[in-house]
Structures are given as C-alpha cells and as structure tokens.
C-alpha cells in the first residue's frame, strides 16, 4: 500500500520529464505495469481507460497540473505559447496564481473591468428574453437616474457653494453606490444639502459636478467636485439607502434702472472690504485657504451676469469663519442686494474682532 501512495502522488518533475519524453520505458509508465500485475480480475473500467489514457504526453501534463493542485506548490497555470489571445485580454486574466488577491485589489482601485465575452454569448444565447428584460429595466434605471429635478441623489453632509470646490471622501456604502450611479449615468451631478435633525436635510441646497474621482482598493473614493446651482427641496425620498429629493433651481433675482446703480456701487464696495479683509489675514491661515478653496475670484464686470450671482461672494462665504447653520441663509437667498449687505456686516464684524 505504501507503493500506491507514492505513485499517486509523483514527484512533479519526474513526471514532466516523461510526458516529455513520451517513450513507454519512463518511470510513470513501469510504476503502472508493476501496479496493473498485482491487481484483481475484477477492476474498474473507468480506472483502466484512465491508465490507457495516462501513457499519452497530453494525459501526463493533466496529470501534473493535479499534482500541482495537491501539493499546493507552485499553483500556476500558464497558457501555452501558441495559444490565441484577444489583444483586448489581460495577461493577468489568464494567468492564475496565488497572487490573485493582489490582482483584485488592483483591478478594484484601477476600475477597469474586461467584458466575459464567452458568458456575454452564452446568456445571449440561451436567455434571450431574460436579457432584453434586463436591458429594458436598466435603460430605464439610467433615464430615470439622469432627471435632475426628479429624485436627485442628495449627499446629507456640508455646506456646498456655486463654482467653489467641494472635495468629498465617500466611504459609507450607499454613497459609493450614489457616486457610481451619477458617472455611470453621464450626468456627473448630485445635490449637497446640509442636515437637519427633524426633516432630515435642509430646504436648501447646491448640485455638484464630479470632475474626478480617485478609487481606492477598499471601495473608498475621494471626489473632487465643484459647486454649480443652487435648488430648493419640494419633496424628500430615499433610493437604495440614500437620500433623494424633487428639486426646483433658483436665480438671483435681476434689477434694473436705479437699482442696478445702487447695486453695482455696492458690489463694488463689499468686494474691496472682502479683499482687504483676506489679505490682512496671517500668512499659515492665507496659505490654507488658497491651498482648499484657490485664489478669491475677479470682480464681475456685472454682477448680475450670473444667475447664482458674482463667484467671488460663494469663495468668501466658504473662507468666513462661519458656522453652516449661519451661511445657509445665504444659499436661499435671490436677491444679490440682500446678500451683498449680509457679507458687508459679516466681515464689519471679523474686521472689529481682528483689531
């Protein structure tokens, strides 16, 4: 008996040695003559085609890839040099190690996925019907997803501003799934609202748009996005675990005559106080701020040219030393005039404290 054990499991190299011979005189081939000899009449027809089989080269390479598989000793598979691959297919995809958890990782941070065109045609084939349902329904997922008045995906975390940047780092499950939705669709948008203990998230909030997205292996992202319109909130819901509300965008209402006068004597005014106030700022705190928030923006030429009203208003509500609950007014605001003075008295008052 202790010859059996041997002769099922061979030392691996003496078995590539003979099926690379392929001669009848290899150590393989005796082993099973003397162990045929000393068999019963009665024996098992699978097991005796298995040994007619074995003497072929083809049967002892099978042979030493289970050996292999035994031993747990160098358990790689490698594709032979004349066999055809896809331009398209990794190496990798092919090549199976005990590596393969790092190549997950990889394959997990890098968010690059190749199609498996065998199951693509074997499902098209056999599942026809199932697979235009399932095509129907994701069409209709993705329409249904690219509304961005209808339930919008709302991130329940910050303050968020028109054209200032708003870097996110997304570890909670559902918003890995919201983040994925928003580039899977194209639209690249979501809403950021601020929360709130009774309705859940404020009235009030601003769509960003995902200009790049850095993966990570465990699933975490870190999101750059800047800030675009403002909304407010009509109706909250829920998808999947994350918040979603039906939206209406608001605008700075528009003046003309005397008051646009006015208003651009006070543009112009609380620009010169913000940027006074900025720049008498320590050099470590300046250096922050334009390291997170960039340089404070140009004065329009009109203040009134867009809609959510001049840029560099939003970059100093994000560098004042506010809390959210206090610059959240500001967001729902449609008067630039109203919002103007508000600055005004914000930075009188830091300018009094400073001194």
Excluded at 242 to 250: G, L, P, Q
Aim: charged share 30%; aromatic share 8%; net charge neutral.
């Amino acid at each position: 008996m202790g010859f059996k054990e041997n002769l099922e499991l061979p030392h691996c190299s003496s078995q590539e040695k003979a099926a690379a011979r392929g001669d009848g005189s290899s150590p393989m081939n005796s082993a099973r003559v003397r162990m045929a000899a000393q068999r019963d009449d009665v024996e098992d027809p699978e097991e005796e085609e298995e040994q007619q089989d074995a003497a072929s080269p083809e049967a002892a390479s099978i042979r030493t890839g289970k050996c292999q598989e035994k031993k747990r000793k160098h358990c790689q598979i490698e594709p032979l040099e004349d066999m055809a691959v896809p331009d398209k297919v990794s190496k990798k995809a092919i090549i199976f190690s005990c590596s393969y958890p790092l190549l997950l990782l990889q394959c997990l941070a890098s968010r690059k996925y190749s199609k498996n065109v065998i199951m693509e045609e074997l499902i098209a084939k056999f599942l026809p019907e199932e697979l235009k349902e399932r095509r129907r329904l994701y069409e209709e997922e993705m329409e249904e997803l690219s509304n961005l008045n209808k339930n919008v995906p709302i991130f329940v975390c910050t303050m968020a501003y028109p054209t200032v940047p708003c870097p996110l780092h997304i570890f909670e499950p559902c918003y890995r799934l919201m983040i994925r939705r928003c580039i899977e669709t194209g639209t690249r948008q979501f809403g950021m609202c601020l929360g709130d203990p009774v309705k859940g998230f404020a009235e009030y909030g601003c769509i960003l748009e995902i200009r790049n997205v850095q993966f990570f292996a465990d699933g975490r992202s870190v999101v750059d996005s800047i800030g675009k319109r403002r909304f407010k909130v009509l109706h909250q819901g829920q998808r999947d675990g994350y918040n979603t509300a039906d939206i209406e965008y608001i605008e700075d209402q528009k003046v003309q005559g005397e008051d646009y006068a006015e208003l651009m004597g006070l543009h112009n005014c609380v620009y010169e106080q913000a940027s006074s106030w900025f720049h008498s700022l320590k050099s470590s705190l300046k250096n922050r701020i334009l390291n997170h928030f960039g340089p404070m923006p140009e004065k329009d030429a009109d203040p009134q040219i867009n809609p959510n009203g001049p840029a560099w208003c939003w970059w100093t509500l994000a560098v004042l030393p506010l809390e959210s609950r206090a610059q959240l007014p500001f967001l729902a605001m449609r008067s630039l005039k109203d919002r103007l003075n508000g600055i005004r008295r914000v930075l009188a008052f830091m300018s009094r404290n400073q001194n």
